[in-house]
């Protein structure tokens, strides 16, 4: 909320500080500045939609990177992710699997993935179709 709060106040000072320069050269007439103003509150609105779902896929992100750190297990597209077998790559915000695991050198974004209760964890965190493939190479 705070984020839409200061491009509202950002827009605002924009619009004003425009209109008193172009009152001042008296460029403007009456429709272009309803347009002006339209087109920038248009603008102002989009910001403000983007910004909303930014901070609500970052607050996901973080919350998913806390319960890793704090050695919760996740699920991201059919791999159980842990702290055995992955690292966390803040960076790139994706695991990457450690060089002495099953699932060395695998990458899995941290995008798809959700937090799994421990009555959902299986004993074996390797799914069978990856642990197959693994097996191919």
Do not use: H, W
Not at 26 to 43: P, T
Not at 65 to 90: D, P, Y
């Amino acid at each position: 909320m705070p984020s839409i709060l200061a491009i509202l106040l950002v827009l605002l000072l924009t619009l004003s500080l425009l209109y008193f320069i172009l009152r001042d050269f008296g460029i403007i007439k009456l429709k272009q500045k309803i347009i002006a103003v339209c087109v920038l509150v248009l603008l102002g609105i989009l910001a403000a939609i983007y910004s909303y779902f930014q901070s609500k896929s970052d607050k996901n992100d973080l919350l998913l990177q806390t319960a890793f750190l704090r050695g919760e297990s996740l699920e991201c597209n059919g791999i159980i992710i842990n702290k055995e077998n992955f690292n966390l790559v803040t960076g790139t915000l994706s695991f990457i699997g450690k060089k002495d695991s099953v699932m060395n050198n695998i990458m899995v974004p941290l995008d798809n993935c959700k937090i799994i209760t421990q009555s959902e964890e299986t004993q074996d965190s390797i799914p069978k179709n990856i642990e197959e493939e693994l097996q191919r190479d």
